[in-house]
């Protein structure tokens, strides 16, 4: 998924209240430890964690100076690896609401 549409499906995710954005793959979430940009390939790379996420306003802050800098590149979801063969592509953003909390997922 290119930069540009991530960022727009989450703006639409977080006009609908969601707070926090996962990483869900084969129904196990994951939170995002940190994002990688790699200029020559021209893509980014977020990296699952086990620990908790971020919030999606502080999230969107981050893509929107990442597309000022760098512009529409494509984005990945990886391990521990910064290896592109070895990222996953994100399939679509989901909002879910558990009790109280609303939450955003990047299925991958």
Do not use: P, W
């Not at 999230?59 to 063969?85: Q, T």
């Amino acid at each position: 998924m290119k930069l540009l549409e991530l960022k727009h499906k989450l703006e639409k995710g977080e006009s609908l209240g969601g707070e926090v954005i996962y990483i869900k793959e084969d129904n196990i979430l994951y939170g995002i430890e940190c994002l990688y940009e790699d200029r020559e390939n021209e893509y980014i790379t977020l990296l699952k964690s086990k620990e908790e996420s971020v919030k999606v306003c502080d999230f969107l802050n981050i893509l929107n100076e990442l597309y000022a800098n760098i512009g529409d590149k494509d984005v990945f979801i990886g391990e521990k690896e910064l290896n592109r063969s070895q990222s996953k592509e994100i399939k679509s953003v989901e909002f879910a609401q558990y009790e109280l909390m609303k939450m955003l997922f990047i299925n991958i």
